[in-house]
């Protein structure tokens, strides 16, 4: 693993799910890894077309389901945060604070609640998709604070955020003082000015760029895609 690595996906990894039928088990690889990946601490974007496997390949990164074939190395903290959160509608952003973080995580997580302007107080049910978004973000980034090194596994984390949010959100992770690595799946590459790589899928392959082929990301991702 190349020195600053935290992720280190080894080429010929394959990533799927597995059916059973009655007579046997049968591997569907979606994505496929033909040369090595590595990543370090900063902001590294998975986009690609629906249903190509991000998903799948965010869950098999956090340990949730095996790779079919292949090795998968993190040399930090792992966090997966998927794309919903999922709880009892009833509980409130403060209890569900409290009872993940005391002393001053918590404090940190209340900062972050008022700068992103999210109710502590309204029933996590009641709250819209964006402001329920902010709870996994708030969460994603005082977990981040607590691990000497982290790597956040974030399904499509800004969907749902308005602008002005997700312009807040960035610029956290920007100025993040933890070594931390974010994978982040998003679908809209436009609200991303700063990123230190593009992992794509593209024909079944992963592809990885690090750097910019235009000004946006969005020229890079074009041009993995074709
Ligand atoms: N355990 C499983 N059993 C059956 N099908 C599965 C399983 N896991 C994934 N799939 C299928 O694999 C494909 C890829 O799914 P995945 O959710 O990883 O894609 P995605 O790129 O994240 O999609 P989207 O952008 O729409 O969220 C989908 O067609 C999905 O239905």
Request: proline letters at 4%; one cysteine or more; aromatic letters at 6%.
């Amino acid at each position: 693993m190349a020195k600053d690595s935290l992720l280190h996906i080894t080429s010929g990894t394959r990533f799927g799910y597995r059916t059973r039928l009655p007579w046997k088990r049968v591997d569907r690889c979606l994505v496929e890894v033909a040369e090595e990946v590595s990543a370090g601490a900063g902001l590294h974007l998975l986009v690609a077309p629906n249903g190509s496997g991000k998903t799948t390949l965010l869950r098999t990164l956090a340990g949730l389901s095996p790779a079919l074939q292949g090795t998968v190395k993190a040399e930090a903290q792992v966090h997966y945060f998927a794309d919903e959160l999922r709880v009892d509608p009833e509980m409130k952003p403060r209890t569900f604070f409290r009872a993940w973080f005391s002393g001053e995580s918590l404090a940190a997580a209340e900062k972050l609640a008022e700068t992103l302007r999210l109710s502590l107080t309204t029933p996590i049910g009641k709250l819209s998709r964006g402001n329920r978004q902010k709870v996994l973000l708030i969460m994603a980034e005082v977990k981040a604070a607590q691990s000497d090194t982290s790597l956040l596994l974030m399904d499509e984390p800004l969907t749902g955020l308005d602008a002005e949010t997700r312009e807040q959100v960035t610029q956290l992770w920007a100025e993040a003082k933890t070594p931390t690595m974010r994978l982040v799946i998003m679908h809209e590459l436009e609200c991303v000015r700063q990123a230190d790589s593009l992992l794509t899928i593209a024909h079944g392959r992963l592809r990885h760029a690090t750097t910019r082929a235009g000004s946006t990301w969005m020229e890079t991702y074009r041009s993995l895609q074709s």
